[in-house]
């Protein structure tokens, strides 16, 4: 499976920005569908997840401001991110997983960078 993630940009704290991520070239079906962000000089960290079903977990630094997506038709994972702050300036990574390796995200995408100013 490809993931090819997009979206990432400079905006001014309290801005927004939606990231989006399209799987292509998946020989099986994709159910969970993450984002993962890491800041510089830190290590990587869950931002988000969503089921095939639509069920959404958040990391507690995210909750209120981000919602997690996708549109199964086009196998693509959104990241919509609103009243950011300088501290979410990271490298956003979409991830999925595999059916027999539920949760095991084994598959990523290149990172698009987030770069919020304050």
């Known amino acids: 499976v490809q993931l090819q993630a997009s979206g990432g940009g400079l905006v001014q704290a309290g801005g927004s920005l939606r990231l989006s991520c399209a799987a292509s070239?998946?020989?099986?079906?994709?159910?969970?569908m993450a984002w993962y962000r890491q800041a510089p000089g830190k290590q990587r960290e869950l931002v988000a997840t969503i089921t095939s079903v639509l069920s959404t977990k958040y990391a507690d630094s995210v909750k209120g401001r981000f919602t997690i997506s996708r549109d199964n038709a086009k196998n693509t994972v959104y990241l919509q991110m609103n009243s950011l702050k300088p501290e979410d300036t990271a490298v956003y990574y979409c991830?999925?997983?595999?059916?027999?390796?539920?949760?095991?995200?084994?598959?990523w995408g290149q990172g698009t960078l987030v770069t919020v100013s304050s």
């Open positions: 070239r998946s020989s099986f079906s994709i159910n969970n």
């Open positions: 991830a999925v997983d595999a059916p027999w390796a539920p949760g095991s995200y084994d598959y």
